[in-house]
């Protein structure tokens, strides 16, 4: 190793002992209280020089925080999953109306947690299966004007389903053809 580089080194690993050492000297003085001819109080951490009397101040702790303990219990590798799937449909929500237009809109999910290895979303229009992928999101094109259904499956590769969304019920709007 170069000197320069164990100079560094032996800096870095020195310098929170210094920090640390300057930290607990600081807390470890006394505080003294001492009141002036004209009453004014003086607070300092140094003894007065004229030997006029002094009180020692004890102070509270003000800068403690209380631990933090964790929201979420961590998972170890040999544990079995915890948190149970969900998928649901985040946009369009129930009720809503698809304006005038070709019938194109988003469908966005969310899925908590995140799909894992072999998972995937299936989106439900009326009751049929449009496409399984692993992204959250589907472009609708061309959907024809009315009311519909909606549903997420969460699903295993194999076929087996994780979780359903709540089916919601959407209207989309278009415009008549003209009459001649």
């Given at each position: 190793m170069a000197p320069n580089r164990k100079a560094n080194l032996l800096f870095i690993m020195l310098m929170p002992l210094f920090l640390a050492g300057i930290v607990l000297d600081s807390v470890s003085e006394d505080?003294?209280?001492?009141?002036?001819?004209?009453?004014?109080?003086?607070?300092?951490?140094?003894?007065?020089l004229d030997n006029s009397p002094a009180e020692i101040v004890t102070l509270k702790n003000n800068n403690s925080v209380p631990a933090v303990r964790p929201i979420r219990k961590i998972q170890h590798l040999n544990e079995k999953k915890t948190l149970s799937a969900a998928v649901e449909i985040v946009t369009p929500e129930h009720q809503d109306v698809i304006s005038m237009g070709p019938g194109d809109f988003k469908v966005v999910v969310s899925a908590v947690p995140a799909l894992s290895f072999g998972e995937e979303l299936e989106l439900i229009l009326d009751d049929k299966p449009l496409s399984g992928q692993r992204e959250n999101v589907w472009n609708l094109k061309n959907i024809a004007r009315g009311t519909h259904q909606l549903q997420v499956i969460r699903k295993y590769e194999s076929g087996e389903i994780s979780h359903k969304s709540s089916k919601i019920e959407i209207l989309v709007l278009r415009p008549l053809p003209a009459r001649n």
């Amino acid at each position: 190793m170069a000197p320069n580089r164990k100079a560094n080194l032996l800096f870095i690993m020195l310098m929170p002992l210094f920090l640390a050492g300057i930290v607990l000297d600081s807390v470890s003085e006394d505080i003294y209280k001492t009141i002036s001819k004209d009453g004014t109080i003086l607070y300092s951490d140094k003894a007065p020089l004229d030997n006029s009397p002094a009180e020692i101040v004890t102070l509270k702790n003000n800068n403690s925080v209380p631990a933090v303990r964790p929201i979420r219990k961590i998972q170890h590798l040999n544990e079995k999953k915890t948190l149970s799937a969900a998928v649901e449909i985040v946009t369009p929500e129930h009720q809503d109306v698809i304006s005038m237009g070709p019938g194109d809109f988003k469908v966005v999910v969310s899925a908590v947690p995140a799909l894992s290895f072999g998972e995937e979303l299936e989106l439900i229009l009326d009751d049929k299966p449009l496409s399984g992928q692993r992204e959250n999101v589907w472009n609708l094109k061309n959907i024809a004007r009315g009311t519909h259904q909606l549903q997420v499956i969460r699903k295993y590769e194999s076929g087996e389903i994780s979780h359903k969304s709540s089916k919601i019920e959407i209207l989309v709007l278009r415009p008549l053809p003209a009459r001649n």
